[in-house]
């Protein structure tokens, strides 16, 4: 008989490591909280948000508590999946493989993180004019986001950009080398040091105005707040009339821009690839 209690552990762990190794959300925002999540409703909190004060000595110190300038995050997101297994055992020696269930159940709730997360382009502080990118004008779209984060003071090595697969093929043409992809969707990176001093990461879960153009984003390491809980991962013994074995879970999370100056859109559409 399967041990369920380690399948569901194993499938948990699954999702973790997907979201750690794919999901962008968890790299260009700011997951620094504190507090438990149990279930959507659940609050936590981001302390510490406001640079402190450099103010003229004239003999004197206070000390100005920044701690006070925390953030509550609503845990307001729950996705979940479930689907029907006959054979539980040959779905455990699958877990890991890139076409198992539990992989691609994993990847789909990435996605829908990062598209949430996204989404949440209106709050941006910088809106750009839109642009139809080619590779002879990419390079100057992307630097000049770049430099309305460093106008709000945002340090090389503080800024990443996601940019669209189309955006991608025209920083290449315009001779930018990415490393090897990684991630279902072609999602990668690629660290542009040296050239603009911001990371680059590539995805299909940018939104889409009405319009049709893709909403470019370029930020802080500290512009969005994100928080995530993996729940209730779990193998069910038998559905009603029928003998198959059930697998579902569920993922509660929350994501917010808290530093709308530090977070820049920019929309983009395909303008080809002629040099």
């Keep these: 008989m399967a041990n369920y209690n380690s399948i569901e552990k194993i499938i948990s762990a699954e999702i973790l490591r997907t979201n750690e190794d794919n999901l962008l959300a968890n790299t260009v925002c700011n997951t620094d909280f504190a507090g438990d999540i149990k279930d959507r409703g659940d609050s936590v909190v981001f302390i510490g948000l406001n640079d402190p004060t450099v103010y003229d000595y004239e003999g004197s110190i206070t000390y100005e508590d920044i701690d006070d300038s925390s953030m509550q995050l609503l845990i307001d997101q729950d996705k979940a999946f479930s689907f029907k297994v006959k054979d539980i055992e040959a779905l455990r020696s699958s877990i890991g493989l890139e076409d198992s269930q539990t992989k691609r159940a994993s990847y789909l709730l990435k996605n ?4 949430y997360v996204f989404n949440l ?3 941006a ?4 004019d839109a642009v139809e990118a080619t590779p002879e004008n990419v390079l100057t779209t992307v630097a000049e986001m770049k430099q309305a984060l460093e106008e709000a003071n945002v340090p090389d090595g503080r800024t990443w950009i996601v940019v669209p697969p189309f955006i991608k093929t025209k920083l290449m043409l315009a001779g930018i080398k990415f ?6 969707n072609g999602t990668g990176a690629v660290a542009f040091t040296d050239e603009l ?3 680059i ?5 940018l939104a889409v105005d009405e319009n049709g153009n893709t909403m470019m984003l370029a930020g802080s390491y500290s512009a969005i707040a994100y928080a995530e809980q993996v729940l209730e991962t779990q193998v069910l013994d038998r559905l009603e009339n029928s003998f198959d074995k059930a ?6 999370f929350g994501a917010k821009v808290i530093k709308p100056r530090e977070l820049v859109c920019c929309p983009v559409s395909d303008g080809g690839n002629s040099l």
């Design 112 to 115: 829908e993180v990062d598209t």
């Design 179 to 184: 490393q090897i992809n990684n991630g279902v």
């Design 201 to 205: 990461y590539v995805s299909n879960q």
């Design 197 to 199: 001093g911001c990371d």
């Design 125 to 128: 502080g910088v809106a750009m």
């Design 121 to 123: 382009y209106g709050d």
């Design 247 to 252: 697998v579902r879970g569920r993922l509660v």
